[in-house]
Protein backbone atom coordinates (compact mmCIF):
# COMPACT_ATOMS: atom_id res chain seq x y z
CA UNK A 1 0.00 0.00 0.00
CA UNK A 2 1.44 3.35 -0.88
CA UNK A 3 1.77 5.69 2.19
CA UNK A 4 0.37 9.24 1.54
CA UNK A 5 2.71 11.97 3.25
CA UNK A 6 -0.65 14.44 3.77
CA UNK A 7 -2.51 11.62 5.45
CA UNK A 8 0.02 10.76 7.88
CA UNK A 9 1.48 14.43 8.56
CA UNK A 10 -2.65 14.92 9.41
CA UNK A 11 -2.94 11.58 11.57
CA UNK A 12 0.28 12.78 13.41
CA UNK A 13 -1.10 15.93 14.26
CA UNK A 14 -4.34 15.17 15.22
CA UNK A 15 -2.72 12.41 17.74
CA UNK A 16 -0.54 14.84 19.41
CA UNK A 17 -3.68 17.57 19.62
CA UNK A 18 -5.29 15.03 21.03
CA UNK A 19 -3.09 14.13 23.58
CA UNK A 20 -1.84 17.53 24.86
CA UNK A 21 -5.64 19.20 24.86
CA UNK A 22 -6.56 16.47 27.62
CA UNK A 23 -4.19 18.79 29.87
CA UNK A 24 -4.95 22.60 29.43
CA UNK A 25 -8.80 21.42 29.69
CA UNK A 26 -8.22 20.19 33.09
CA UNK A 27 -5.87 22.42 34.71
CA UNK A 28 -7.49 25.92 33.59
CA UNK A 29 -10.59 25.00 35.81
CA UNK A 30 -8.36 23.18 38.44
CA UNK A 31 -6.32 26.32 38.85
CA UNK A 32 -9.47 28.38 39.16
CA UNK A 33 -10.93 26.00 41.73
CA UNK A 34 -8.03 26.15 43.55
CA UNK A 35 -7.75 29.93 43.56
CA UNK A 36 -11.70 29.63 44.57
CA UNK A 37 -10.82 27.34 47.58
CA UNK A 38 -7.85 29.36 49.22
CA UNK A 39 -9.83 32.87 49.02
CA UNK A 40 -12.91 31.40 50.66
CA UNK A 41 -10.18 29.67 53.70
CA UNK A 42 -8.64 33.47 53.91
CA UNK A 43 -11.94 34.50 54.16
CA UNK A 44 -13.88 31.91 56.23
CA UNK A 45 -11.02 30.21 58.19
CA UNK A 46 -12.48 26.95 57.31
CA UNK A 47 -9.63 24.70 57.37
CA UNK A 48 -11.53 21.83 54.61
CA UNK A 49 -11.38 24.67 52.40
CA UNK A 50 -7.44 24.46 52.75
CA UNK A 51 -7.84 20.68 52.32
CA UNK A 52 -9.09 20.96 49.23
CA UNK A 53 -6.50 23.42 47.97
CA UNK A 54 -3.73 21.60 49.55
CA UNK A 55 -4.70 18.03 47.76
CA UNK A 56 -5.43 19.28 44.53
CA UNK A 57 -2.34 21.54 43.88
CA UNK A 58 -0.31 18.50 42.89
CA UNK A 59 -2.46 16.58 40.52
CA UNK A 60 -2.63 20.40 38.72
CA UNK A 61 1.02 20.18 38.97
CA UNK A 62 1.41 16.91 37.04
CA UNK A 63 -1.16 17.90 34.57
CA UNK A 64 -0.16 21.07 34.11
CA UNK A 65 3.67 19.63 33.60
CA UNK A 66 1.88 17.16 30.85
CA UNK A 67 0.64 20.20 29.21
CA UNK A 68 3.44 22.43 28.78
CA UNK A 69 5.39 18.84 27.52
CA UNK A 70 3.43 17.89 25.11
CA UNK A 71 2.11 21.70 23.66
CA UNK A 72 5.95 22.37 22.71
CA UNK A 73 5.88 19.43 20.28
CA UNK A 74 2.58 21.17 18.32
CA UNK A 75 4.74 24.31 17.71
CA UNK A 76 7.73 21.79 16.10
CA UNK A 77 5.33 20.08 14.05
CA UNK A 78 3.86 22.90 12.20
CA UNK A 79 7.79 23.97 10.93
CA UNK A 80 8.94 19.82 10.46
CA UNK A 81 5.56 18.71 8.97
CA UNK A 82 3.45 21.94 7.54
CA UNK A 83 6.59 24.05 6.51
CA UNK A 84 4.57 25.67 3.69
CA UNK A 85 2.13 26.67 5.78
CA UNK A 86 4.23 28.33 8.40
CA UNK A 87 5.64 30.37 5.68
CA UNK A 88 2.65 31.36 4.37
CA UNK A 89 1.36 32.32 7.59
CA UNK A 90 4.27 32.94 9.91
CA UNK A 91 3.78 36.87 9.53
CA UNK A 92 0.31 36.43 11.60
CA UNK A 93 0.28 33.16 13.31
CA UNK A 94 4.02 33.63 14.96
CA UNK A 95 3.35 36.69 16.83
CA UNK A 96 0.10 35.51 18.49
CA UNK A 97 2.34 32.15 19.53
CA UNK A 98 5.26 34.62 20.48
CA UNK A 99 2.15 36.98 22.96
CA UNK A 100 1.35 33.83 24.24
CA UNK A 101 4.54 33.02 25.60
CA UNK A 102 4.97 36.54 26.85
CA UNK A 103 2.15 37.01 28.61
CA UNK A 104 1.02 33.82 30.13
CA UNK A 105 3.81 31.30 29.91
CA UNK A 106 6.36 33.67 31.50
CA UNK A 107 3.46 34.59 34.13
CA UNK A 108 2.59 30.73 34.81
CA UNK A 109 6.00 30.18 35.07
CA UNK A 110 6.89 33.08 37.65
CA UNK A 111 4.20 32.03 40.38
CA UNK A 112 4.05 28.37 40.20
CA UNK A 113 6.72 27.62 42.09
CA UNK A 114 5.44 30.07 45.01
CA UNK A 115 2.26 28.12 44.60
CA UNK A 116 3.56 25.07 44.58
CA UNK A 117 6.32 25.49 47.33
CA UNK A 118 5.37 28.71 49.24
CA UNK A 119 2.96 27.50 51.75
CA UNK A 120 5.59 28.27 54.89
CA UNK A 121 7.62 30.49 52.79
CA UNK A 122 5.59 33.73 51.94
CA UNK A 123 2.64 35.27 53.89
CA UNK A 124 -1.04 33.44 53.21
CA UNK A 125 -1.83 36.64 51.19
CA UNK A 126 1.17 36.32 49.25
CA UNK A 127 0.24 32.78 48.19
CA UNK A 128 -3.13 33.44 47.20
CA UNK A 129 -1.90 35.98 45.31
CA UNK A 130 0.11 33.39 43.52
CA UNK A 131 -2.53 31.21 42.64
CA UNK A 132 -4.51 33.67 41.35
CA UNK A 133 -1.79 34.74 39.08
CA UNK A 134 -1.06 31.12 38.12
CA UNK A 135 -4.87 30.94 37.22
CA UNK A 136 -5.37 33.85 35.26
CA UNK A 137 -2.08 32.74 32.93
CA UNK A 138 -4.04 29.85 32.43
CA UNK A 139 -6.90 31.49 30.89
CA UNK A 140 -4.24 34.04 29.15
CA UNK A 141 -2.95 31.44 27.14
CA UNK A 142 -6.11 29.57 26.49
CA UNK A 143 -7.05 32.88 24.91
CA UNK A 144 -4.10 33.45 22.75
CA UNK A 145 -4.47 29.76 21.79
CA UNK A 146 -7.56 30.42 20.57
CA UNK A 147 -7.21 33.30 18.93
CA UNK A 148 -4.76 31.87 16.76
CA UNK A 149 -6.81 28.98 16.04
CA UNK A 150 -10.22 31.51 15.62
CA UNK A 151 -8.09 33.01 12.72
CA UNK A 152 -7.56 29.67 10.73
CA UNK A 153 -11.53 29.06 10.86
CA UNK A 154 -12.60 32.80 10.42
CA UNK A 155 -9.72 34.41 9.35
CA UNK A 156 -9.79 38.84 9.28
CA UNK A 157 -7.76 41.35 9.38
CA UNK A 158 -4.79 40.34 6.53
CA UNK A 159 -3.75 41.12 3.41
CA UNK A 160 -1.98 39.15 0.78
CA UNK A 161 1.45 39.90 -0.50
CA UNK A 162 3.32 37.94 -2.76
CA UNK A 163 0.89 35.07 -1.76
CA UNK A 164 1.86 35.33 1.86
CA UNK A 165 -0.53 36.80 4.78
CA UNK A 166 0.35 40.10 6.01
CA UNK A 167 -0.99 41.69 8.94
CA UNK A 168 -3.43 44.58 7.95
CA UNK A 169 -5.32 45.40 11.46
CA UNK A 170 -4.30 43.33 14.61
CA UNK A 171 -7.64 44.31 15.77
CA UNK A 172 -9.40 42.26 13.24
CA UNK A 173 -6.98 39.45 13.58
CA UNK A 174 -7.38 38.92 17.09
CA UNK A 175 -11.12 39.79 17.48
CA UNK A 176 -12.10 37.72 14.27
CA UNK A 177 -15.81 36.65 14.25
CA UNK A 178 -15.47 33.64 15.73
CA UNK A 179 -12.61 34.00 18.24
CA UNK A 180 -15.20 35.00 20.98
CA UNK A 181 -17.86 31.90 20.70
CA UNK A 182 -14.56 30.05 20.65
CA UNK A 183 -12.84 31.66 23.36
CA UNK A 184 -16.48 31.73 25.88
CA UNK A 185 -16.88 27.61 24.97
CA UNK A 186 -13.83 26.33 25.60
CA UNK A 187 -12.97 28.52 28.83
CA UNK A 188 -16.54 27.18 29.85
CA UNK A 189 -15.64 23.41 28.95
CA UNK A 190 -12.54 23.25 30.85
CA UNK A 191 -14.16 24.87 33.89
CA UNK A 192 -17.03 21.97 33.51
CA UNK A 193 -14.11 19.55 32.42
CA UNK A 194 -11.83 20.37 36.06
CA UNK A 195 -15.17 20.25 37.91
CA UNK A 196 -16.47 17.02 37.30
CA UNK A 197 -12.86 15.36 37.73
CA UNK A 198 -13.13 17.33 41.39
CA UNK A 199 -16.70 15.90 41.78
CA UNK A 200 -15.77 12.09 41.01
CA UNK A 201 -12.48 12.00 43.11
CA UNK A 202 -14.83 12.95 45.94
CA UNK A 203 -17.76 10.85 45.21
CA UNK A 204 -15.24 7.75 45.19
CA UNK A 205 -14.13 8.97 48.61
CA UNK A 206 -17.53 8.92 50.36
CA UNK A 207 -18.03 5.74 48.48
CA UNK A 208 -14.95 4.61 50.40
CA UNK A 209 -16.24 6.31 53.43
CA UNK A 210 -12.68 8.22 53.28
CA UNK A 211 -12.05 11.97 53.80
CA UNK A 212 -15.53 12.50 54.14
CA UNK A 213 -15.45 15.88 55.50
CA UNK A 214 -13.57 16.99 52.64
CA UNK A 215 -15.03 15.02 49.95
CA UNK A 216 -18.78 16.57 50.93
CA UNK A 217 -17.81 20.01 50.69
CA UNK A 218 -16.04 19.68 47.43
CA UNK A 219 -18.97 17.08 45.85
CA UNK A 220 -21.32 20.15 47.33
CA UNK A 221 -19.29 23.00 45.57
CA UNK A 222 -18.75 20.99 42.39
CA UNK A 223 -22.36 20.17 41.72
CA UNK A 224 -23.86 24.20 42.26
CA UNK A 225 -20.77 25.18 39.85
CA UNK A 226 -22.11 22.59 37.49
CA UNK A 227 -26.02 23.28 38.14
CA UNK A 228 -24.89 26.96 36.61
CA UNK A 229 -21.95 26.38 34.31
CA UNK A 230 -23.65 23.52 32.55
CA UNK A 231 -26.86 25.13 31.31
CA UNK A 232 -24.66 28.56 30.04
CA UNK A 233 -22.78 26.37 27.96
CA UNK A 234 -25.59 24.54 25.85
CA UNK A 235 -26.52 28.98 25.72
CA UNK A 236 -23.03 29.19 24.36
CA UNK A 237 -22.63 26.42 22.65
CA UNK A 238 -25.87 27.29 20.61
CA UNK A 239 -24.92 30.81 19.89
CA UNK A 240 -21.43 29.36 18.90
CA UNK A 241 -23.54 27.47 16.28
CA UNK A 242 -25.55 30.59 14.57
CA UNK A 243 -21.63 31.97 14.46
CA UNK A 244 -20.74 28.57 12.41
CA UNK A 245 -23.63 28.77 10.43
CA UNK A 246 -23.09 32.31 9.34
CA UNK A 247 -19.66 31.62 8.75
CA UNK A 248 -18.64 27.80 8.12
CA UNK A 249 -22.22 26.73 6.34
CA UNK A 250 -20.30 23.08 5.18
CA UNK A 251 -19.28 22.68 8.62
CA UNK A 252 -22.78 23.11 9.99
CA UNK A 253 -24.55 21.20 7.55
CA UNK A 254 -22.10 17.87 8.39
CA UNK A 255 -22.62 18.16 11.84
CA UNK A 256 -26.57 18.14 11.16
CA UNK A 257 -26.10 15.73 8.29
CA UNK A 258 -27.79 18.12 6.01
CA UNK A 259 -27.40 16.56 2.19
CA UNK A 260 -29.60 19.06 0.04
CA UNK A 261 -27.88 22.01 -1.25
CA UNK A 262 -30.19 23.49 0.63
CA UNK A 263 -33.22 22.36 2.74
CA UNK A 264 -36.35 23.78 5.40
CA UNK A 265 -37.76 22.58 8.13
CA UNK A 266 -34.42 20.33 8.92
CA UNK A 267 -35.21 17.64 11.50
CA UNK A 268 -33.08 17.17 14.31
CA UNK A 269 -31.68 14.08 13.93
CA UNK A 270 -31.17 11.96 16.74
CA UNK A 271 -29.78 9.06 15.15
CA UNK A 272 -28.27 8.65 11.46
CA UNK A 273 -25.41 6.59 9.13
CA UNK A 274 -24.14 9.15 7.26
CA UNK A 275 -22.47 8.01 3.54
CA UNK A 276 -20.66 10.20 1.82
CA UNK A 277 -20.40 8.11 -1.52
CA UNK A 278 -24.13 7.51 -1.56
CA UNK A 279 -24.84 11.67 0.02
CA UNK A 280 -27.59 10.81 2.15
CA UNK A 281 -28.15 8.95 5.27
CA UNK A 282 -29.17 5.79 6.65
CA UNK A 283 -31.50 4.81 8.90
CA UNK A 284 -32.51 8.24 10.23
CA UNK A 285 -34.62 8.79 13.62
CA UNK A 286 -35.07 12.71 14.07
CA UNK A 287 -37.56 15.47 15.51
CA UNK A 288 -39.39 17.46 11.83
CA UNK A 289 -38.27 21.03 11.88
CA UNK A 290 -36.72 20.99 15.05
CA UNK A 291 -33.16 21.55 13.23
CA UNK A 292 -34.55 24.64 11.12
CA UNK A 293 -36.10 25.62 14.90
CA UNK A 294 -32.65 25.55 16.91
CA UNK A 295 -30.23 26.86 13.49
CA UNK A 296 -32.66 29.36 12.30
CA UNK A 297 -34.99 29.91 15.11
CA UNK A 298 -37.90 29.46 12.84
CA UNK A 299 -39.58 25.66 12.18
CA UNK A 300 -39.26 26.52 8.22
CA UNK A 301 -36.08 27.93 8.02
CA UNK A 302 -33.92 26.78 5.12
CA UNK A 303 -30.17 26.01 5.92
CA UNK A 304 -27.49 25.19 3.32
CA UNK A 305 -26.29 21.60 2.75
CA UNK A 306 -23.57 19.70 2.18
CA UNK A 307 -24.16 19.24 -1.81
CA UNK A 308 -24.23 22.83 -2.44
CA UNK A 309 -20.10 22.44 -2.49
CA UNK A 310 -18.40 19.84 -4.30
CA UNK A 311 -17.63 16.46 -2.75
CA UNK A 312 -13.49 17.45 -2.13
CA UNK A 313 -14.44 20.85 -0.49
CA UNK A 314 -16.58 18.74 2.32
CA UNK A 315 -15.25 16.83 5.54
CA UNK A 316 -15.85 13.71 6.70
CA UNK A 317 -19.22 13.68 7.34
CA UNK A 318 -19.99 10.50 9.53
CA UNK A 319 -16.91 11.84 12.24
CA UNK A 320 -18.43 15.10 12.39
CA UNK A 321 -21.72 14.55 12.74
CA UNK A 322 -20.55 11.60 15.72
CA UNK A 323 -18.19 13.24 16.88
CA UNK A 324 -21.43 16.38 17.42
CA UNK A 325 -23.34 14.06 18.82
CA UNK A 326 -21.14 12.57 21.73
CA UNK A 327 -20.45 16.30 22.65
CA UNK A 328 -23.81 17.04 23.19
CA UNK A 329 -24.60 13.98 24.44
CA UNK A 330 -22.54 14.48 27.57
CA UNK A 331 -23.11 17.66 27.86
CA UNK A 332 -26.96 17.03 28.44
CA UNK A 333 -25.65 14.01 30.61
CA UNK A 334 -23.95 16.43 32.50
CA UNK A 335 -26.74 18.73 32.83
CA UNK A 336 -29.15 15.96 34.16
CA UNK A 337 -26.10 14.80 36.98
CA UNK A 338 -26.49 18.65 38.58
CA UNK A 339 -30.38 18.83 38.33
CA UNK A 340 -30.06 15.40 40.20
CA UNK A 341 -27.67 16.46 42.73
CA UNK A 342 -30.12 19.14 43.28
CA UNK A 343 -33.23 17.21 44.06
CA UNK A 344 -31.30 14.82 46.23
CA UNK A 345 -29.85 18.03 47.82
CA UNK A 346 -33.73 19.03 49.01
CA UNK A 347 -33.85 15.17 50.27
CA UNK A 348 -30.78 15.35 52.26
CA UNK A 349 -29.50 12.95 50.53
CA UNK A 350 -26.85 14.40 48.28
CA UNK A 351 -24.04 12.42 49.96
CA UNK A 352 -25.03 8.40 51.04
CA UNK A 353 -27.10 7.97 48.01
CA UNK A 354 -24.66 5.54 46.46
CA UNK A 355 -26.20 5.05 42.93
CA UNK A 356 -25.70 8.56 42.50
CA UNK A 357 -22.30 8.59 43.91
CA UNK A 358 -21.85 5.77 41.70
CA UNK A 359 -22.74 7.98 37.99
CA UNK A 360 -20.95 10.91 39.59
CA UNK A 361 -17.40 8.76 39.45
CA UNK A 362 -18.81 7.52 35.94
CA UNK A 363 -18.33 10.70 34.78
CA UNK A 364 -14.95 11.88 35.74
CA UNK A 365 -13.82 11.79 32.64
CA UNK A 366 -16.54 12.65 30.74
CA UNK A 367 -15.40 16.45 30.36
CA UNK A 368 -12.35 15.24 28.83
CA UNK A 369 -14.26 13.32 26.53
CA UNK A 370 -16.96 15.90 25.39
CA UNK A 371 -13.26 18.87 25.05
CA UNK A 372 -11.99 15.56 22.65
CA UNK A 373 -15.20 15.16 20.76
CA UNK A 374 -15.87 18.80 20.07
CA UNK A 375 -11.95 19.37 18.95
CA UNK A 376 -12.86 17.09 16.73
CA UNK A 377 -16.09 18.78 15.26
CA UNK A 378 -14.23 22.35 14.84
CA UNK A 379 -10.89 20.59 13.48
CA UNK A 380 -12.39 18.29 11.02
CA UNK A 381 -15.26 19.92 10.32
CA UNK A 382 -13.01 22.62 9.03
CA UNK A 383 -11.40 20.06 6.22
CA UNK A 384 -10.10 20.12 3.67
CA UNK A 385 -9.52 23.77 4.51
CA UNK A 386 -6.50 25.23 6.89
CA UNK A 387 -7.29 28.72 6.45
CA UNK A 388 -10.81 28.89 5.74
CA UNK A 389 -11.38 29.12 2.44
CA UNK A 390 -7.87 30.28 1.46
CA UNK A 391 -5.54 27.48 2.28
CA UNK A 392 -6.00 24.12 2.09
CA UNK A 393 -4.72 21.21 4.28
CA UNK A 394 -2.99 18.87 1.59
CA UNK A 395 -1.41 22.07 -0.49
CA UNK A 396 0.89 23.25 2.41
CA UNK A 397 2.55 19.65 3.58
CA UNK A 398 6.18 19.70 4.08
CA UNK A 399 7.92 17.59 1.04
CA UNK A 400 9.29 14.39 3.54
CA UNK A 401 9.73 10.70 2.81
CA UNK A 402 6.15 9.17 4.30
CA UNK A 403 8.48 6.54 5.74
CA UNK A 404 10.05 9.17 7.87
CA UNK A 405 6.65 10.61 8.68
CA UNK A 406 5.16 7.15 9.37
CA UNK A 407 8.30 6.55 12.08
CA UNK A 408 7.97 9.72 13.92
CA UNK A 409 4.24 9.22 14.63
CA UNK A 410 4.85 5.46 15.45
CA UNK A 411 7.46 6.91 17.95
CA UNK A 412 4.63 9.39 18.85
CA UNK A 413 2.35 7.06 19.86
CA UNK A 414 4.96 4.69 21.91
CA UNK A 415 6.14 7.35 23.90
CA UNK A 416 2.72 9.60 24.62
CA UNK A 417 1.00 6.12 25.69
CA UNK A 418 3.87 5.67 28.14
CA UNK A 419 3.99 9.24 29.49
CA UNK A 420 0.07 8.90 29.73
CA UNK A 421 0.21 5.18 32.12
CA UNK A 422 2.69 7.28 34.31
CA UNK A 423 0.50 10.62 34.32
CA UNK A 424 -2.18 8.16 35.14
CA UNK A 425 -0.31 6.13 37.99
CA UNK A 426 0.62 9.54 39.72
CA UNK A 427 -2.72 10.52 39.77
CA UNK A 428 -3.89 7.30 40.73
CA UNK A 429 -1.25 7.04 43.61
CA UNK A 430 -2.33 10.80 44.98
CA UNK A 431 -6.19 10.06 44.90
CA UNK A 432 -5.74 6.94 47.25
CA UNK A 433 -3.35 8.80 49.46
CA UNK A 434 -5.29 11.45 49.96
CA UNK A 435 -5.77 14.82 50.99
CA UNK A 436 -3.29 16.07 54.14
CA UNK A 437 -4.54 15.50 57.83
CA UNK A 438 -5.99 18.72 59.16
CA UNK A 439 -3.62 17.85 62.18
CA UNK A 440 -0.83 18.20 59.95
CA UNK A 441 -2.21 21.15 58.08
CA UNK A 442 -2.83 23.00 61.47
CA UNK A 443 1.05 22.53 62.15
CA UNK A 444 2.67 22.84 59.26
CA UNK A 445 0.61 25.75 57.50
CA UNK A 446 -0.55 27.78 60.16
CA UNK A 447 1.71 27.32 62.52
CA UNK A 448 1.78 29.83 65.27
CA UNK A 449 2.17 32.99 62.73
CA UNK A 450 -1.31 33.40 63.39
CA UNK A 451 -3.01 35.04 66.53
CA UNK A 452 -6.18 33.80 67.47
CA UNK A 453 -6.38 31.42 64.19
CA UNK A 454 -6.34 28.51 66.52
CA UNK A 455 -10.15 29.76 67.88
CA UNK A 456 -11.49 30.27 64.49
CA UNK A 457 -10.03 26.84 63.60
CA UNK A 458 -11.68 24.82 66.18
CA UNK A 459 -14.99 26.94 65.52
CA UNK A 460 -15.23 26.21 61.80
CA UNK A 461 -14.00 22.46 62.66
CA UNK A 462 -17.19 21.53 65.08
CA UNK A 463 -19.39 23.85 62.49
CA UNK A 464 -18.43 21.58 59.63
CA UNK A 465 -18.78 18.41 61.92
CA UNK A 466 -22.26 19.44 62.63
CA UNK A 467 -22.99 20.10 59.14
CA UNK A 468 -22.28 16.41 57.74
CA UNK A 469 -24.42 15.24 60.32
Not at 60 to 67: D, E, L, N, P, R
Not at 136 to 154: E, K, L, P
Not at 274 to 300: F, Q, R
Not at 375 to 398: A, C, F, K, N
Amino acid sequence: MELDVAILSRIQFAFTVSFHIIFPSITIGLATLIAIWEGLWLKTHNPIYLQLAKFWIKPFAITFGMGVVSGIVLSYEFGTNFSVFSELTGAVLGPLMAYEVLTAFFLEAGFLGVMLFGWQRVSPKMHFFSTIVVAIGTWISAFWIIVANSWMHTPAGHIMVDGKFEVASWYDVIFNPSMPYRFTHMLTASFITATFVVAGVCAYYLLKKQHQQMAKKGLSMCMWIALILTPLQAFIGDMHGLNVKEHQPIKLAAMEGIWPAEEERVPLLLFALPDMEAEKNHAEVGIPGLGSLILTHSWDGAVQGLKSVPPEDRPNVPLVFWSFRVMVGIGFGMIGMAVLALILRRKEALYRNKPFLFLVTLFTPTGVIAVLAGWYVVEIGRQPWLVQGLVRTMDVVSPLPPERVLFSLTLFVIIYSLLFAVYLYFMRKLIRKGPPSLESLEHKVIGMKTPGYALAWVKNLNKSERGDK
